[in-house]
Structures are given as C-alpha cells and as structure tokens.
C-alpha cells in the first residue's frame, strides 16, 4: 500500500507564495501519476495540478500560471509551489497518488491527510 504525507501548509498574505510538499512510501513511487487536490469549506474537492510518471502536466485553469507540480522520483516526493495567491485558493490541500495497471485494467487512488491553506490579509 501507498502512504502519502502532505507538509508545508500556512498562513500566507495575498500575493505570497508556499510550497506544499509530499512524501510517498510503500511502493515504487516512479510508477504513479502525482497530483494535487484542494477542498474549501462548502465545495467539492477539485483538480489543482497533475503530474503523470511520464512527465506531462496538468493544471486548474484558475492555478494556471501561478502554481507549478514537481516530482523528485528519487526522493519519492512531489511538491506545489505556489505563487501570487489569493484568497480564493483557500482549502485544504491534499496528495493524491494514481497508479493504472495497464495489464489488468486497475486503478488504484490514494490520498494524503491533507494541509490546509489559507491565503488572508
């Protein structure tokens, strides 16, 4: 099983930065796709950015621009920098991990704990 550990919320002004980090363990970390989710109090939980094994990105287009997804494999690491923030990217943010099973057609999600967010003067 995949256990993943999210670090680096707080409290920041509008227009600062964060970095968001998360530490993966329990499997092969090269082989899952990396994103990055956020929920604010009332609303669902959204996309924020993706990052599949091969490298392609994927991002909110509300973040487009002022956020940035990496991943160290080597580390078992993925990070979100975050930069020019507003209120409205208040939530909780958390890990998510994917791996597809090409070979068997499977799916398998896991999620970090979640650390929160919030952007305020």
């Known amino acids: 099983q995949v256990q993943l550990v999210e670090s680096g919320g707080g409290l920041v002004q509008p227009g600062g930065s964060l970095r968001l980090s998360c530490a993966a363990s329990?499997?092969?970390?090269?082989?899952?796709?990396m994103g990055w989710y956020r929920q604010a109090p009332g609303k669902q939980r959204e996309l924020v950015a993706t990052k599949a094994s091969g490298g392609s990105t994927n991002y909110a287009d509300s973040v487009k621009g002022r956020f940035t997804i990496s991943r160290d494999n080597a580390k078992n690491t993925v990070s979100l920098q975050m930069n020019s923030l507003k209120p409205e990217d208040t939530a909780v943010y958390y890990c998510h991990a994917m791996f597809n099973n090409t070979a068997t057609m499977t799916e398998y999600n896991y999620w970090g704990q979640g650390t929160q967010v919030t952007v305020s003067s």
């Open positions: 329990g499997s092969i970390f090269s082989m899952y796709a």
